[in-house]
């Protein structure tokens, strides 16, 4: 593509997403994300404003304060107030390591933007030790105009997991549902966004209840529950066009689908024989249905274990929900999983398949906890009273969930050692059902 | 349970074999009685024309769902916590539905499931879809078509009653019946 031909391209590109996200965003409310409690020390970083070199005053985009603030919400970090800091660096040779141990900061990151062409952007930085006074990491990568952001989170992983070794997540999305009142009706939204809350999307709408959404593995869809045309149905929708195919509109409860981790398959909760409530695999591309539970107990909310070889789902044929694992073919026998409590349920396994997030009652208040499968042993993560809906981040390190605030839903994550909560805040309507997405595949 | 369900379906034989068939009910059956004429006439025209007064209380004009105060008036069923089993209060509206829809055929319902808003979301899809499922399997007992019950859950995704309390509890976890 010749440069003249990609420049415009790129800018009405450009203009139309800022329009787009403009008149969505009233509707839609971006996300607001606070630390509630984070670690007792979080760690003192200085991200110096990078330097920019181009026309017009200013970069378009803001990256030290992107990295900043991804840092900062992830609770382990501590960023330094811009404004006590006595010099600006942007070069390596320019740094002098007294100046910030003085004030007592333990890593320094500096940069520079620089424009290239227009809307082409070479962007530098390092990160540094600042009492060992050594360089970590140092990178440079090209970038436009539109993916300043996506780069800007890339840059926040790679120092993140530099200093955690932990992978970092702020380059993935969320999906969740919100439900507003508007006139006389009550309007259900399915939204995509970053994982920091920006660039919500609206991907459906309706006046009847949107539920369950599930990423594919690729990142690329989502299935869903959708209620329109007052039947529950299952639809599978392509995020990039918005075009949707519904996988599931049989009689009875068409539920909670989850996508197998190959992608080719929906693990999904029907009642069409005689109403009871089981669970059942469909194969996307043959549309075989294989029935996986046969029990007069309401058996839902399946998910699959990574190995793609089982399924964990709730059940409560014990005579209240718990947590079961059955193999991922037909004729398979459930065993139990949770002993403690007399509830648990709405099962989701690590990336790594070592626990369990579920909803679990404890003392009169549902609250998410972690299980391990293997021994059933339970520890509660979070304090809520109605705590739900809880996802794994794809580095297993946070739960994101669902809770209510003030009577409003809203969303909350609580890192996997129990140390950092976080409140995540809408601005409008309510806010529930999240589900992070996988790493991006790029 | 089942003793009062048989008084009452023995009840309803013994009123059809009175002859007494019904006069009217909803405006679409056309009444045929004095003055009238039925279509195809003869046959059973005779049968047809009484059609007021009658051993239990069933006049010349049946209640409709949902008016009036007799146990037709009720529209909602309502459940124990996590429960899907039909309370015995409920046993007299329901047998009076399940008469009134075994008497006209054309009428369908639909059995809306509802949970309170406790406890997972798919899990109270599932909870709804049993309370809806009980309410039916009274109602088909009844002489009812399975062609006259649709049924589906809302789980808890449309609650009657905002607020957490118990008493905003109590009127969610419910079974509408929901005629056109």
């Known amino acids: ?442 | 349970m089942i003793r009062s369900l048989m008084t009452l379906l023995s009840l309803g034989v013994v009123l059809a074999g009175c002859g007494g068939n019904s006069a009217t009910v909803p405006s679409s059956t056309a009444a045929s009685g004095p003055g009238s004429s039925s279509p195809g006439g003869g046959g059973s025209a005779g049968a047809t024309t009484t059609g007021i007064g009658g051993p239990g209380g069933l006049g010349a004009f049946q209640e409709l769902p949902g008016e009036g105060d007799g146990p037709l008036s009720g529209l909602v069923v309502y459940f124990d916590f996590d429960r899907s089993e039909i309370r015995s209060d409920f046993n007299e509206m329901l047998a009076a539905h399940g008469d009134y829809l075994a008497s006209n055929s054309n009428v369908q319902v639909r059995l809306e499931g509802h949970t309170d808003e406790r406890g997972s979301r798919e899990y109270n899809i599932g909870l709804g879809e049993q309370r809806a499922q009980s309410v039916r399997r009274v109602l088909l007992l009844q002489g009812v078509s399975t062609g006259q019950l649709g049924t589906v859950s809302y789980g808890e995704e449309r609650p009657a009653v905002l607020g957490s309390n118990e008493e905003s509890n109590s009127l969610n976890r419910r079974v509408e019946l929901v005629y056109p």
């Open chain 1, 1 to 442: 593509m010749r440069m003249e031909i990609y420049r415009s391209w790129v800018g009405a590109r450009v203009l139309t997403g800022i329009i787009g996200v403009l008149i969505l965003s009233s509707a839609v409310g971006q996300l607001r994300v606070e630390i509630r409690r984070g670690v007792e020390r979080p760690v003192p970083m200085a991200i110096v404003p990078f330097s920019w070199e181009g026309s017009g005053v200013e970069a378009p985009f803001d990256v030290a304060g992107l990295i900043s603030a991804d840092l900062g919400q992830s609770g382990r970090f501590q960023p330094m107030d811009l404004r006590d800091m006595v010099s600006r660096p942007s070069l390596p040779e320019d740094v002098s390591f007294q100046d910030w141990r003085i004030v007592e900061v333990d890593y320094l990151v500096i940069g520079r933007v620089i424009e290239d062409v227009p809307d082409r952007y070479t962007v530098i930085f390092q990160l540094f030790n600042v009492l060992r006074g050594e360089e970590i990491l140092g990178f440079r990568l090209t970038t436009t105009g539109t993916e300043l952001r996506r780069d800007s989170h890339r840059i926040s992983d790679m120092i993140f997991e530099s200093l955690t070794g932990i992978r970092g997540v702020f380059g993935t999305r969320i999906a969740y549902v919100t439900e507003r009142q508007e006139g006389t009706e009550q309007q259900f939204r399915l939204i995509v966004s970053d994982a920091d809350g920006a660039n919500a999307l609206e991907v459906a709408r309706s006046s009847e209840p949107l539920m369950s959404p599930s990423w594919s593995p690729d990142g690329r869809k989502l299935a869903y529950v959708s209620f329109e045309g007052a039947q529950s149905s299952v639809y599978v929708q392509t995020l990039r066009t918005g075009a949707r195919d519904r996988v599931s509109a049989r009689a009875g409860i068409n539920g909670a689908p989850v996508f197998s981790p190959d992608g080719r398959k929906l693990v999904l909760t029907l009642s069409r024989d005689q109403g009871n409530v089981d669970i059942y695999m469909l194969d996307l591309t043959t549309q075989v249905l294989i029935r996986l539970t046969r029990h007069l107990a309401i058996d839902t909310e399946a998910v699959w274990a990574p190995d793609g070889e089982s399924i964990f789902f709730t059940s409560d044929r014990a005579g209240g929900p718990q947590i079961y694992n059955v193999p991922a073919r037909p004729g398979a026998r459930a065993q139990r999983v949770t002993f403690e409590g007399s509830y648990n349920a709405r099962p989701r396994v690590s990336p790594s398949g070592d626990r369990l997030a579920v909803v679990h009652e404890d003392r009169g208040n549902y609250r998410i906890a972690l299980v391990d499968p293997d021994t059933g042993l339970t520890q509660v993560l979070s304090d809520g009273r109605s705590d739900e809906s809880p996802s794994f981040a794809p580095n297993g390190a946070l739960i994101i969930y669902a809770t209510q605030e003030n009577g409003r839903g809203v969303l909350a994550s609580v890192s996997v050692d129990g140390r950092i909560h976080r409140q995540i805040a809408s601005v409008a309507g309510q806010v529930r059902e999240p589900v992070w997405s996988p790493f991006p595949r790029s």
